[in-house]
Structures are given as C-alpha cells and as structure tokens.
C-alpha cells in the first residue's frame, strides 16, 4: 500500500461462515452496518436447516450456500468470495464487539497486514473454563513452536489485507482460525494482537470443545511445524 493510500469501510469485507445461526445473524450485521455506517460488505457462507440465509440476504448480505463441511471450509469459502482490500473475519454468534472495526481499520492504514482481536487479555469471563483453559494452552503451544508470544491463537475476529489471504495457502478446517495467525506471524507479515471485549454467546454452539480441542491443537502443531520447515 502505497503511504497516500488510505483504505475506508467501502474497501472492508466482513465475512463469516454461518450454521444455524438464525438467533444471531440480525444482531451481528446490526453492528456492522453501525460500526460502518453501512458501508462494508458482508458476506456469509451459510450451511443452515433454519432462517439464518434468510434472514441475511433480507438484511443486505451477500450469501453463499453450501453443504456444511467445517468452519474452515466455510471461512476460507467466504474469504475467497470477498473482494474488497481488507477483509474482516468474525463469527456469527454475537461474542466479537464489532464496534472495534474503525480501530481495526486503523490499524491496517497505519501498516499492519493482521489485526487479530485478543479475547483472553481481558479475561474472557463469558467463555465456558474448559475453552477458556484450552485456548490459553493453544497459545502457549503456538508460542512455543513460532519463538515468539501469542496471546488469543482462535479469536474468530482479524482484519486482513486481502494479499496475506491471496499469498498463502490455507490447509485446516476446524484450526483455521490458528492457522489464519500462525502462517502470517511465521512469514513476516506484520500481526498485531489487540485486546477485545468477549461477549455472551446468542444461541447454541455446534462445536465440541473435545473433538474440536484436539483437531485445533493437532492444526497448530501441523502447521507450526510446516512453515518451521520452509
């Protein structure tokens, strides 16, 4: 980016993978079009049995259907759809405080090619233990395996200069957010982590914490050692 370039909500995609999410999904784009002033687009990978696709489109949202096949799969789905300059992930369940997106915007313009939103700096009290003690080891491990600190490895929130999603190849599903991370820390990129409010979850999770605690940990390992190897 050149230094008179200067990126505003008309070149942010928000994007999101979303699964029966229909007791959320309004109050999410709300805070968008709030944080924006409606200006970012939107965009949704849905897999849904209920309204959640619905709902979206009625709201303006670009969506894009497909057999549930994983969080990855729908996140990397919508990131290549997006085509605006930056690009904000988020998950559709009303935890992540969208009214940080002009702070994460201004991040970007001031040079950083990831802004990614740490849950755990402020304790994250709404998060159920189990999550919140695994998600702590994830970073831990992560930190281990890149030689420097990482403080919230799946935080659901990041902005994105669109070249970072474009330049590497994204190989996880269920540890996509922490390969999201790890693969642009291990390559030089400029990553910021900023502390972020948590909130309580709208409607049910779909995730084991079990299941999925162990497909994120063996992720992280994976590609942790992957780009030690490049």
Same mark, same amino acid.
């Given at each position: 980016?050149s230094?008179?370039?200067?990126? *505003?909500? !008309? !070149?942010? =995609?928000?994007?999101m ?7 959320a ?5 709300d =805070? ?7 200006a970012?687009? #939107?965009?949704? +990978?849905d897999?849904?049995s !209920? ?11 670009? +969506? ?12 990397? %789905?919508?990131? %290549?759809a997006?085509?605006?300059? +930056?690009?904000?992930? #988020? ?5 992540y405080?969208? *009214? ?5 915007? *201004?991040a970007?313009?001031d ?12 304790? @994250?009290?709404t998060?159920?233990p189990?999550?919140? &003690?695994?998600?702590?080891?994830f @970073? +831990? &491990? @992560? ?12 935080t ?9 999603i474009?330049?590497i ?6 540890g996509?957010?922490?390969?999201l &991370?790890?693969?642009?820390? @291990?390559?030089?990129?400029?990553v910021?982590? %900023? ?10 999770? #779909?995730?084991?914490?079990l =299941?999925?605690?162990? !497909?994120?940990a063996?992720?992280i390992? #994976?590609?942790?050692?992957?780009? %030690?190897?490049?």
């Open positions: 980016m230094a008179s370039e200067n990126y *505003d909500f !008309d !070149d942010v =995609s928000v994007v993978g979303t699964y029966n999410e229909a007791a999904i309004e109050s999410v784009l =805070s968008i079009d709030e944080a924006t002033d409606g970012a687009e #939107t965009v949704c +990978v897999g849904s !209920d309204r959640t696709a619905e709902i979206a489109r009625e709201h303006g949202a670009r +969506v894009i259907e497909q057999e549930p096949q994983g969080y990855g799969v729908a996140v990397a %789905r919508a990131l %290549r997006a085509d605006r300059p +930056v690009i904000v992930t #988020t998950d559709c369940d009303g935890t405080p969208m *009214d940080a997106l002009p702070e994460f915007l *201004d970007i313009n040079g950083a090619d990831v802004v990614s939103g740490d849950r755990l700096y402020h304790g @994250a009290a998060m159920p189990f999550n919140r &003690l695994g998600n702590h080891t @970073a +831990v &491990l @992560a930190s281990v395996l890149l030689g420097e600190r990482v403080h919230d490895t799946t659901g929130m990041r902005a994105y200069r669109q070249e970072v474009e330049d190849e994204w190989t996880e599903n269920t996509l957010s922490a390969e &991370l790890i693969r642009p820390l @291990a390559r030089g990129y400029d910021q982590e %900023r502390p972020i409010e948590y909130g309580e979850r709208l409607g049910e999770t #779909t995730l084991d914490p =299941s999925g605690g162990k !497909d994120i063996r992720s390992l #994976t590609v942790g050692l992957d780009e %030690r190897r490049r």
